[in-house]
Structures are given as structure tokens and as C-alpha cells.
């Protein structure tokens, strides 16, 4: 078995990368003048996914002419989230309600994804199909995070993810998640974390390690240093 479509959330405001992001939406800033969209979906095609949804609110615009502009090889769809923003979790339930797929890759364009990532998650992927999972966070340690400022998210042991004090692991902006996590929901603003806690308190959130190290566009401040790296 194998994931058909892929989510990228691209609708927040980007705060944190004020100014750059005041007149240019976070997943259009270029690292070595490539931008983090072009990064992001290019990756997913290497992993042989031709069916791509992008949801947009702040500047989606842009997004949505880049996407036609960049003519990928892909079956891009952007989906607008509508008169206010959805959060990620609302977001994923509204790009979802556009297949007919159970399961879905969803990823962040915020991280800087490369060919480095492609084995990873395809191991990742057969790991959920073959645990028969509904759901699955891509994770690193934080020791290998280009932004020492990040705290750890989760413990990681035997694929389990928990909190506890010895937080080491940080997720890095893919997971797979399935459609039946959401059927308890409606379209309207809420965040990930929310399903991902009420998975928390049954053991049930799934993690993968990641040993690559981790990029990723917190802030302004981790921006320029990757821009000169």
C-alpha cells in the first residue's frame, strides 16, 4: 500500500518572519533563491505522489499563481480556507474533504526538505501501513536541529510518542494522519495538536525518527543564518 495524496499547510501569517513576510507569504521566501513551496512540493513528487492539495488564507493569492507560474508535473489543487482562517487542523479536514482518499502525507513548508528525507519517509510509510496506524509523526532529535533554540516537543520510545520531562524529539513537519481521526470533527479553527492529544492520553501517537539534521525557518533570526549558511 501506498499514500496517494499529500496536504501542505500554507495559510498562516507567518508572524515570526516580520517584515519579510508582511508583503510575501512564508512558503514563497527563497533559500538559495529556490522557494520553500518549490522545496517542499519537489520533494513529495521524488516520493511518487502526483495528487497535491495546498490550503492558503494570508497572500494565498501568490501561492496560487506561483503554483500555476511553476507548471509542476504534479496535480496541484490550492484550496482557499475561506472567510477566516482554519488552523492547521481545520485546514487538513478541509483539504481532505477534496479526495476520496483514507490516508493522506501532510507536510509543513516551513522545513527545509530535501532528497536527504525521501528514504525516510517511505520507511516511515510502510511502517504505517504495515502497524496498520491511523497516525504518524516525522521526528528528530533536538540535537540535531540547526535552531539550538528549540525545545523538544515529545519522548520518543518504541515509535510512541509521549511527554514527559526528557522532551528530546521535535516534529519536524510531516506526518501521516488518517481521515477517520477527523470524523468527530467540523470545518472550522482548530489546531493538530488537539487530535494529537487526545492521542497522547490513550498511547496512541505514533512517531519515526528522523537522523538528518533538521532546518527549519522559526524566526527571523534563523532565517538570515540559514540564508548565509
Known amino acids: ?39 517542499c512540493v519537489n520533494t513529495i513528487i521524488k516520493l511518487g505522489i502526483n495528487k497535491i492539495f495546498i490550503n492558503t488564507f494570508y497572500l494565498g493569492k501568490q501561492i496560487s499563481a506561483f503554483i500555476k507560474e511553476k507548471n509542476f508535473s504534479a496535480d496541484i489543487q490550492v484550496i482557499d480556507d475561506g472567510k477566516e482562517i482554519l488552523n492547521t487542523g481545520g485546514g487538513i479536514l478541509n483539504l481532505m474533504q477534496q479526495s476520496m482518499d483514507n490516508d493522506y502525507l501532510v507536510f509543513n513548508p516551513d522545513t527545509v526538505w530535501s532528497e536527504k528525507y525521501i528514504d525516510e519517509i517511505g520507511k516511515m510509510q510502510n511502517f504505517y501501513f504495515s502497524q496498520k496506524l491511523n497516525n504518524i509523526l516525522l521526528t528528530t532529535n533536538k540535537a540535531l536541529s540547526f535552531d539550538k533554540n528549540l525545545k523538544g516537543d515529545f519522548r520518543l520510545r518504541n ?14 513537519g510531516c506526518q501521516i494522519l488518517s481521515r477517520d481521526l477527523f470524523k468527530d470533527y467540523k470545518i472550522k479553527n482548530f489546531p493538530i495538536s488537539k487530535i494529537w492529544e487526545n492521542l497522547l492520553k490513550i498511547d496512541r501517537l505514533n ?18 543564518k540559514l540564508k548565509d549558511f
Open 207 to 224: 512517531g519515526f525518527e528522523s537522523l538528518n539534521k533538521f532546518y527549519h525557518l522559526t524566526n527571523l533570526e534563523t532565517f538570515r
Open 159 to 172: 515509535n510512541l510518542l509521549k511527554k514527559s520531562i526528557n522532551k528530546n524529539f521535535i516534529y519536524i
Open 1 to 39: 500500500m501506498k499514500i496517494n495524496t499529500a496536504l501542505i499547510l500554507c495559510a498562516g501569517f507567518g508572524k515570526r518572519l516580520d517584515p519579510l513576510t508582511l508583503e510575501i507569504p512564508k512558503p514563497l521566501l527563497k533559500l538559495k533563491n529556490v522557494t520553500m513551496l518549490e522545496t
